[in-house]
């Protein structure tokens, strides 16, 4: 395993653990920061994200 | 968080995402079963990541059944990315191919509608498990079935930290003889 993807996996344990070991509220209020800006700031056209899904609209 | 063999119990803040999941869930559970699988059951349970997409399994279902879906999707203010009328939607889905909703005028997140005619997509429509969110229900699959797909099937760097977060939060309460089934199912 590469640094880089050895490095996230420790991150997904460091998260589990914080996750398992604090009230849903507390934990979800972070994971939606990332979530709802992510969702928010998101500028594709329909054609641009069946593109980058490698699919093809049926218009 | 509970996680029993009967479900999953959450008291989480919703996201956008949960949202969307929960609201396009409630209109198919009127008409059929359905499950969430891959990367949003990860999400919903903590994961640190974001999706564009959700997927969704439905029995395979007639073309009469398929067409209230989409008419009562359509009503409540979602369109159709990828096809441009129930018929084509149809024609996709009996093809094997996914179909796309999303909320009017946005384009993400949307949900990726399959059929499951497949042994692998049969068994999670059956052994889906509902996740009870705060006063709302929505059903995902089956833990272990998604550890075990996730790390033998699919394998990619996320799907393999997907399980990871799966398997962590399970922690001692993971059924290693279910799991050991799945995964015989699966070779």
Known sequence: ?59 | MEITPKGIRLDRELSDLDKFAIDFSRIIARHARYVIVSGYVSILLGRARVSEDIDMLLPEMDMTKWKKIYSSLTKSGYYCLNAQDAGAAYDYLRSGIAVRFAPDGIVIPNMEILFAPDKVQKLALATRIPAFVGKEKIFVSDLELQIAYKERVLKSPKDMEDARHLRLLLGNGINKLKLNKYERALK
Not at chain 1, 23 to 47: H, M, P
């Open chain 1, 1 to 59: 395993m590469n640094s880089n993807r050895k490095q996230r996996m420790d991150f997904v344990g460091y998260w589990a653990d914080y996750v398992r070991t604090h009230a849903d509220k507390d934990w979800s209020a972070q994971q939606n920061i990332i979530i709802n800006s992510c969702l928010r700031n998101a500028a594709l056209t329909k054609e641009q994200f069946l593109e980058m899904k490698h699919e093809k609209s049926r218009f």
